[in-house]
């Protein structure tokens, strides 16, 4: 057979799927939109910020698609998964920056709001999603390491997580066969960090790369290979893959 371009061209993984990243404007949901586009995949991106929205779906060229959705709107979400029609694979990534501090001094209203975005706009994404994902496709949801390690003022953060963790292993029992899973990253340079000033964010960086048994801080793209594996993984569900440098060992 005579050996051409098309011919001995790598498939990609993700070769004419389409994934859906809510979250996907910034931070680890653009970097597992990147990814999922170098794999061959047509890629929807939701966010809140319209800018953002914009500017992303501009740099990942003309495989991405995106929509400007508040995933604190119940009725929004149902809107935009009747829009998107079927796909094969769901990603959710989204969640506002994290507030830490004692729970003396925590802010319940703001507490809640994460809890409105993170927990409940994952589990409305879900809700709204899953009746659209074709045969073979997947759930990819997300949480962190702190459900697992949390340090003195991150008992909100815990909380939250840990409810993501329990989340995954219950849909990947109700919504069987389809496969749910998530991803927990551990400390990951990020905007999620952008409460914080530049001095600050970048000497706490230091400060818990030091400690980690890889010497450094995560970069998006280092978290966004789970969520490929776990889209692409037919035998994987109800798993949580941690993804954090070695912080949970240290």
């Given at each position: 057979m005579i050996r051409t371009e098309e011919n001995t061209r790598l498939k990609g993984r993700l070769d004419g799927k389409k994934v859906i990243v809510l979250g996907g404007s910034s931070g680890i949901g653009y970097a597992v939109a990147e990814y999922a586009l170098e794999e061959g995949a047509q890629v929807v991106i939701g966010s809140s910020h319209a800018g953002r929205v914009e500017a992303a779906v501009a740099a990942l060229g003309s495989n991405a698609r995106g929509r400007t959705l508040d995933l604190t709107d119940?009725?929004?979400?149902?809107?935009?998964?009747?829009?998107?029609?079927?796909?094969?694979?769901?990603?959710?990534?989204?969640?506002?920056?994290?507030?830490?501090?004692?729970?003396?001094?925590?802010?319940?209203?703001?507490?809640?709001?994460?809890?409105?975005?993170?927990?409940?706009?994952?589990?409305?994404?879900?809700?709204?999603?899953?009746?659209?994902?074709?045969?073979?496709?997947?759930?990819?949801?997300?949480?962190?390491?702190?459900?697992?390690?949390?340090?003195?003022?991150?008992?909100?953060?815990?909380?939250?997580?840990?409810?993501?963790?329990?989340?995954?292993?219950?849909?990947?029992?109700?919504?069987?066969?389809?496969r749910v899973n998530a991803v927990s990253p551990g400390m990951i340079a990020t905007n999620l960090w952008q409460n914080?000033?530049?001095?600050?964010?970048?000497?706490?960086?230091?400060?818990?790369?030091?400690?980690?048994?890889?010497?450094?801080?995560g970069e998006a793209r280092d978290v966004a290979a789970a969520y490929l594996f776990l889209m692409e993984s037919a035998f994987a569900t109800g798993q949580t893959h941690v993804v954090d440098g070695g912080a949970v060992l240290v």
């Open positions: 119940e009725h929004a979400i149902e809107a935009f998964f009747s829009a998107t029609g079927s796909f094969d694979h769901l990603v959710f990534t989204a969640g506002d920056s994290l507030r830490l501090g004692e729970i003396a001094a925590t802010d319940l209203s703001q507490a809640r709001r994460a809890f409105d975005i993170r927990y409940w706009g994952a589990l409305a994404a879900v809700k709204y999603g899953a009746p659209h994902i074709v045969a073979g496709g997947s759930i990819v949801l997300t949480t962190g390491v702190a459900a697992l390690r949390p340090h003195s003022g991150w008992a909100f953060g815990a909380s939250v997580c840990g409810a993501m963790e329990a989340l995954t292993r219950a849909l990947a029992v109700e919504l069987a066969p389809l914080m000033s530049e001095e600050d964010r970048q000497a706490m960086y230091e400060q818990v790369g030091k400690r980690l048994p890889v010497r450094r801080v």
